[in-house]
Each structure stands twice: as C-alpha cells, then as structure tokens.
C-alpha cells in the first residue's frame, strides 16, 4: 500500500476484493507517510468492509528505531495475520 492513491485502480481493485471476500483479518498493509489511509477506507466500507478490520504498519512511522525493531514489528504483525481463521470462499462468478 505503499504510495497508495486514488490513481491506483489496479491496488484500489484488489482491496476491494479482499473486502467483498471477507479477508481482511488476514491481510497487513504497509504504508508510508504517502499512502492514502482514507480512500483505503472509503474502498472497504463501498465493498462491504470494515476499515477497522485491516491490520495496519506505517513503514515509515516516526520511533521504529532501528531495522531490526521495524523487520520485527512486521512479522509479528503478519504472524497475527496468518493466524485468523480462515473462512470458506465464497464463489465468484464471472459475467461472460
């Protein structure tokens, strides 16, 4: 999510995927002081997700100390991720 705008229909199209699937709880987005929480924000909540629902690490946060401390912040971050249960999928279909 790293440099993430409205101008990123590719990233904005895969959120709201991850959205309407209902896989949030097993998602980390990274971002910077660039990314725009907001509109991540406003894509789950137009796909039926709940902002509050994905796991957050500002790569770029003012006190992460030194790389280790980040690269640890990161993977116990991802490990709370992969830990969530996983829901069925549901089916997509495709218009043809």
């Known amino acids: 999510m790293r440099g993430l705008t409205a101008q990123r229909e590719g990233t904005s199209f895969e959120i709201g995927l991850l959205a309407r699937l209902g896989k949030l709880a097993r998602v980390l987005a990274v ?4 990314t ?11 796909h039926g ?3 509050a629902g994905l796991q957050r690490l500002r790569a770029d946060a ?3 100390g030194n ?3 980040a690269a640890d912040a990161l993977f116990s971050q991802l490990l709370r991720a992969c830990t969530q249960p996983v829901a069925a999928m549901p089916a997509l279909v495709a218009a043809v």
């Open 62 to 64: 003012p006190g992460k």
């Open 36 to 46: 725009d929480w907001a509109h991540v924000d406003a894509l789950l909540r137009r």
């Open 49 to 51: 997700g709940d902002p």
């Open 67 to 69: 790389a280790s401390e």
């Open 31 to 34: 971002g910077d002081d660039s």
